[in-house]
């Protein structure tokens, strides 16, 4: 994966969105507070459906099309931890959370970030990367816990 490009976060319409802006090599990601993305993974749990990652994370605001991969990263967690996983190093990871998140989702196109929001809740679980295809539902693994398990495709 590469990182060729800087971001910077904006926000429309009340959607705050991380987007690509050329500036060599290295760069900053701004990781950001994204409600209605959050709200759309939440929906899995109060609805008892699954659905795809590709639809929640176009009706979180993300345009279809714009991403070919989902990342988790557990809070916690180090920059160089970001940058080793997901071949970014020289990125500077501005807002990253601490304990008071339950850590950070990161979409990709092509090996650069694209957006970058953190994740107060529900948790997240994924192994590897996900892709808009991926499946996802209440993790079943723990009880009374609440959790989005959502479908690995590789690592």
């Not at 990601?29 to 759309?40: G, H, N, Q, R």
């Not at 749990?45 to 994370?57: C, P, W």
């Not at 092509?110 to 994924?126: E, F, S, W």
Request: hydrophobic share 40%; aromatic share 8%; proline share 3%.
């Amino acid at each position: 994966m590469t990182f060729g490009r800087g971001l910077k976060s904006a926000a429309f319409g009340g959607i705050a969105a991380v987007m690509l802006v050329g500036c060599g090599s290295g760069g900053t990601v701004t990781v950001v507070d994204d409600p209605k993305l959050e709200s759309e993974f939440d929906s899995v749990l109060t609805s008892g459906q699954q659905r795809s990652l590709g639809d929640i994370a176009e009706a979180g605001g993300l345009e279809s099309g714009s991403w070919d991969r989902m990342y988790y990263f557990s809070a916690p967690l180090l920059m160089s931890e970001i940058n080793r996983s997901l071949g970014t190093e020289g990125a500077v990871w501005e807002g990253l959370p601490g304990d008071e998140a339950k850590g950070i989702i990161v979409f990709t196109s092509g090996g650069d970030v694209v957006n970058a929001v953190i994740d107060h809740k529900p948790a997240v679980t994924l192994s590897g990367y996900a892709t808009a295809e991926s499946m996802v539902g209440r993790d079943q693994a723990i009880a009374d816990f609440e959790r989005v398990a959502v479908e690995s495709q590789g690592h």
